[in-house]
């Protein structure tokens, strides 16, 4: 096999199956230089564990010219939802179509057993954990990140800074002064006026 053409780098896509409404994680990866497919809906994994025979093949057959063209249209299939999975040999292999009828990739996964399982999806998470990694390093600063990005602060909505400018003397507030309308005195209300009925008399 041509490892020129092989990706250095993993791939993760999630799809929704129309038959059944279920969810999976689809993703591929370079194990002991062999292109790798796998699907997994959490729980259970499946994988294809390709030899380089195989897998020059099986690009031979659907017309591939490399790797990175089956990673293309994974994820071109995964986007636009034109992806399948069915179950082949009463869940023991299951199958992936990509794309529609007509020039359909098709690709049988087989299940992993149990401890196979948990080892590809602990490898699965670290390997989706250090991509993560390695995107918010990405320029030296953890702020360099995308993600990151989107929650900055919006400066309208930041406190004000006092300026460093010529300090302006404050005139001290004498007591009865108004606070709206500095320099002038409060007016206090009418009480109106008193009349003493006694004096008419």
Not at 55 to 74: C, G, N, Q, W
Not at 122 to 140: E, I, P
Request: aromatic share 6%; hydrophobic share 30%; glycine share 6%.
């Amino acid at each position: 096999m041509d490892h020129d053409v092989l990706p250095a780098k993993s791939m993760y896509c999630t799809l929704v199956n129309k038959s059944d409404n279920v969810k999976y994680m689809c993703y591929t990866h370079r194990k002991a230089g062999v292109f790798n497919i796998g699907l997994t809906n959490a729980s259970e994994v499946w994988s294809t564990d390709f030899t380089e025979e195989t897998f020059a093949e099986h690009r031979k057959k659907f017309a591939l010219t490399s790797a990175e063209d089956y990673i293309s249209k994974i994820r071109s299939a995964c986007r636009s939802g034109s992806v399948s999975v069915s179950a082949q040999e009463e869940g023991v292999s299951v199958s992936l179509q990509l794309g529609g009828v007509s020039g359909a990739v098709t690709v049988t996964l087989s299940r992993l057993s149990d401890p196979e399982a948990s080892e590809a999806l602990r490898d699965l998470l670290f390997g989706m954990a250090d991509t993560l990694t390695h995107l918010n390093t990405a320029g030296g600063s953890p702020s360099s990140s995308p993600m990151r990005s989107q929650f900055r602060r919006n400066p309208d909505f930041e406190p004000r800074r006092q300026q460093n400018g010529p300090t302006v003397a404050l005139k001290k507030r004498l007591p009865g002064d108004s606070l709206i309308n500095p320099g002038s005195r409060r007016k206090r209300p009418a009480t109106g006026v008193a009349f003493d009925d006694s004096e008419d008399l």
